[in-house]
């Protein structure tokens, strides 16, 4: 079982910059990573993830262009840059850790159903 910790959420005016840190522990090379995000009242969504190899990346319409998601593999560390913050970003940030090893180095998903490993959050906020 994956342990993964974020960091790096705050307060933030529109059109601003966070970057967010998830530091794995165990054996994440074997996994891809997925963020993830969840607003008060609302449903969680899957914002943007990066297979084992750090070569594949996918991410969610409503923050293509805004959000870039990168992984260091020497450092188990992934991150997500956020930059042209809106106040609709804002909510708590999981990381998540995929639930098999046994896909593609160039796969990754958004959905949460392919995730067994989760952290506790980040808040963020977006706010004037």
């Known amino acids: 079982q994956l342990q993964l910790v974020e960091s790096g959420g705050g307060l933030v005016q529109p059109g601003g910059s966070l970057r967010l840190t998830c530091a794995v522990s165990g054996s994440p090379l074997d996994y891809f990573i997925g963020w993830f995000r969840q607003a008060p009242g609302k449903e969680r969504e899957g914002v943007s993830c990066?297979?084992?190899?750090?070569?594949?990346?996918s991410s969610a319409d409503s923050v293509k262009e805004r959000f870039t998601i990168s992984r260091d593999n020497a450092e188990n560390t992934v991150y997500l840059q956020m930059n042209s913050l809106k106040p609709e970003d804002t909510g708590v940030y999981y990381c998540a850790a995929s639930s098999s090893s046994w896909v593609g180095r160039y796969y990754c998903s958004i959905r949460a159903r392919e995730f067994g490993s989760w952290g506790q959050g980040t808040q963020v906020t977006v706010s004037s």
């Open positions: 990066i297979s084992k190899s750090g070569a594949g990346t």
